[in-house]
């Protein structure tokens, strides 16, 4: 069985260009499609970041305080020391209803309130860059401002005695 062959006559240049610029076409437009994939499919950092992120755990938010609202979490707590001097404890805390943690350290007592001072710090945990320290240092009970709750998160306070300023410890409370 003999099965014709059909044999096309070679392009003309005109034929050859317009190929071309269909070829060309179709790249950029495949190109395009794959930018604007990435766009709407990737979540962008605001998108991914929860909306009470470095806001305070305590403000009144049109009526939400984040630590109150909704399902509430602290992890245990750890003491924090000066040697064998107690100076308080530091704990994560985690708000169901905001979805956002944050760190807070409460003194043992009013003297070592007095001699001490800790600077509490949240952070994501993997992400540089989203760690958060307190609003007010001067509190009795100090906490730092909300990061995302989304995902695991951490906490820890470096601690300092008055009179000069001086450096004792990191303390790194817990990643939950």
Not at 5 to 30: E, F
Not at 99 to 126: C, I, K, L, M
């Amino acid at each position: 069985m003999n099965i014709p062959t059909i044999t096309a006559p070679p392009p003309s240049p005109d034929d050859t260009n317009s190929r071309a610029a269909r070829r060309t076409v179709l790249a950029a437009l495949t190109a395009l499609m794959a930018v604007v994939t990435a766009v709407v499919v990737a979540p962008t950092s605001a998108q991914a970041m929860s909306v009470w992120s470095g806001r305070n755990p305590y403000a009144n938010y049109s009526g939400t305080v984040c630590n109150t609202s909704g399902w509430q979490w602290r992890s245990g707590e750890t003491a924090v020391y000066d040697g064998s001097r107690l100076v308080g404890y530091g704990s994560l805390r985690y708000s169901g209803g905001c979805a956002a943690n944050w760190t807070e350290f409460r003194y043992a007592d009013g003297a070592t309130h007095s001699t001490y001072t800790v600077e509490p710090t949240a952070w994501e945990q993997g992400k540089s860059g989203t760690d958060q320290g307190s609003p007010d240092l001067w509190a009795w009970n100090v906490y730092t401002n909300m990061v995302d709750g989304t995902g695991p998160a951490c906490g820890g306070a470096q601690l300092y005695r008055y009179s000069p300023r001086q450096w004792i410890s990191w303390n790194f409370f817990t990643c939950a």
